[in-house]
Every structure is written in C-alpha cells, then in structure tokens.
C-alpha cells in the first residue's frame, strides 16, 4: 500500500515517525522520544516495504536536527537513507553542504560532492567526508582541508579529532597559520592544539617562519605565546 500527496509542503508523520535525522542527519529507531516530520511537494510512503521518497523542497526534521535538499530517500526498516541535490544539514553548532548526504541509520554519515562543514569554530571541506558525531571524529580520505583558528591545514588524506583539537594528514601535508607567519609541509602533519600547540611534521619535513627556514626528517613545530617558531 501506497501512501502519496502532490499537496505543496505536506507534512506525513502517520506511518513513517522512524524517518528523522540521527546524530548529524538521521535518524534514531524510536522515533516516539523526539518530534519528527518529512515536508515536502511530493511524498510517497510504502507501507509494504517500508520505503519513503520525497522530491521539491525535501525537509526533514528530528528534535534539534534538520536536513534539506532536493530529493530523500529513507528505508524505514534498516534505517537506510540519502538525500541529494543543494543538500544543508544543520544541528546544533554543525551545518554540512553536499551534493549528496547519506546514512546507516547510525551516528554516522557520508556526505559527497562539493562539501563543505563547519563545526564550531572549525571548517572542513573536500569531495568526500565522513562524519562520527558520536566521538566528533571528521573523516576526508580523498584529499581536503581542515581550518581553525590555528591555521589551516592540507593533505591527500585527513582526520580531524574535534574534540581533542587534533588534526592528522598525510601525503602532501601543509600547513599555514597567518597569525604565527608560519609555513610548513611534510609528508605527514601531526597538529595538536591548545595553549602549547605543537605541529609533528614527518618525512622531507620544513618549516618557514619570517626568514628562519628549518628542514628534518622529523621536524616537532611549538608555536610559544610569543608565536615564535620554536622547533626541535
């Protein structure tokens, strides 16, 4: 049995109240401990199997978390979902743009194309990033960029743990911090942040700051308070 409306902005929660945004974008199983809603143009429920698309002004919405684009699709049982085309996806202090956002049904998604995100006071993009909300672990493992307002931060491969203010790249790694006037790359950037940031830089690793240039296979930065480049 299909359940279906052309009604402009319908608002369908009988029979898909699973169908919400878990962790970043959707969705817990019992659905009955937050308000969830599925707004959009077109809305077409299967009660058979369990599926729900949505296209033209697709929002969904679970408690504080809420995802829009231009087309959803959501498996109710294995809480399977994607939504695709200008995709925004907000909750709290996190907003991801993306062609493409999907999800397991767990504090896990995968966002694709042109993305872009900002967590607090941190920004990441690349054409494909994963992100745990569970441990705020951000994911880019084809290349991208990780910014804060330490400096930011290149490499074909990164990982960014948001909690620990911690960030990892490798491959063509580098780094710029304008207000330290400090450069530096390596094949791999270990940066951990803080009052006492430090940046492990590794294999044909340098450093440039003002007109003092170091370079090491293994190269340790410490950004001092007087932002100084201090190196061992």
Do not use: C
Request: hydrophobic share 35%.
């Amino acid at each position: 049995m299909k359940i279906r409306t052309n009604i402009k902005k319908a608002i369908i929660l009988a029979g898909i109240t699973t169908i919400a945004i878990s962790g970043t974008i959707f969705a817990a199983p019992d659905a009955s401990q937050e308000k969830t809603s599925l707004d959009a143009e077109v809305v077409e429920y299967d009660m058979n199997t369990g599926m729900a698309t949505a296209s033209g002004n697709v929002i969904m919405i679970k408690g504080e978390a809420r995802v829009t684009g231009d087309y959803a699709e959501f498996d109710v049982n294995n809480k399977d979902g994607k939504v695709s085309g200008n995709v925004v996806a907000t909750k709290e202090d996190m907003r991801v743009t993306a062609d493409l956002v999907s999800t397991d049904g767990s504090n896990h998604i995968i966002a694709v194309g042109s993305v872009n995100g900002t967590k607090a006071d941190k920004h990441f993009s690349g054409p494909q990033v994963e992100y745990f909300d569970t441990n705020q672990y951000v994911l880019i493992p084809s290349g991208g960029t990780i910014s804060s307002i330490d400096g930011t931060f290149t490499a074909d491969y990164m990982e960014g743990y948001m909690m620990n203010d911690r960030i990892i790249g490798k491959g063509n790694a580098h780094m710029e911090s304008p207000k330290n006037n400090l450069e530096a790359g390596g094949d791999q950037v270990d940066y951990f942040g803080g009052e006492n940031g430090k940046a492990v830089l590794t294999g044909n690793a340098w450093a440039v700051q003002d007109n003092n240039t170091l370079k090491s296979n293994k190269l340790t930065v410490f950004l001092a308070e007087d932002g100084k480049l201090k190196a061992k």
